[in-house]
Nanobody, 126 residues
Framework: QLPLVESGGGSVQPGGSIRLSCTAS????????IGWFRQAPGKEREGVSC????????SYIDAVKGRFTISRDKAKNLVYLEMKSLKPEDTGVYFC???????????????????WGQGTQVTVSV
């Protein structure tokens, strides 16, 4: 099993920045693709960004391009989602997920991911 844990959530003002972290408590993420998802209040969970462990290929939804950055620190067994220029619509519970890597990652098929964290709340408000 690959239990995942997210951290770094909190409250931030619009235009501010925050960095989320994802790690595996009983394994390493070296060979897994990682996806970040979020669920806004009253809405379905959606993909935000993902990264392949094989080639480092990344993907972002248009709403966060230029503002969010996914990265991996293999030495620390961490995957980050750095979020800048935050907007109120970025508010939600953010989840990380891991999948067996095939040199790609997806954000529109949540069932592709094998392991999920419990989520961390990000609130963007004045």
């Amino acid at each position: 099993q690959l239990p995942l844990v997210e951290s770094g959530g909190g409250s931030v003002q619009p235009g501010g920045s925050i960095r989320l972290s994802c790690t595996a408590s009983r394994d390493n993420l070296t060979h897994y693709a990682i996806g970040w998802f979020r669920q806004a209040p009253g809405k379905e969970r959606e993909g935000v960004s993902c990264m392949s462990s094989i080639n480092g290929r990344t993907s972002y939804i248009d709403a966060v391009k230029g503002r969010f950055t996914i990265s991996r620190d293999k030495a620390k067994n961490l995957v980050y989602l750095e979020m800048k220029s935050l907007k109120p619509e970025d508010t939600g519970v953010y989840f990380c997920a891991a999948a067996m890597d095939q040199g790609m990652c997806v954000m529109d098929r949540q069932t592709w991911y094998d392991f999920w964290g419990q989520g961390t709340q990000v609130t963007v408000s004045v």
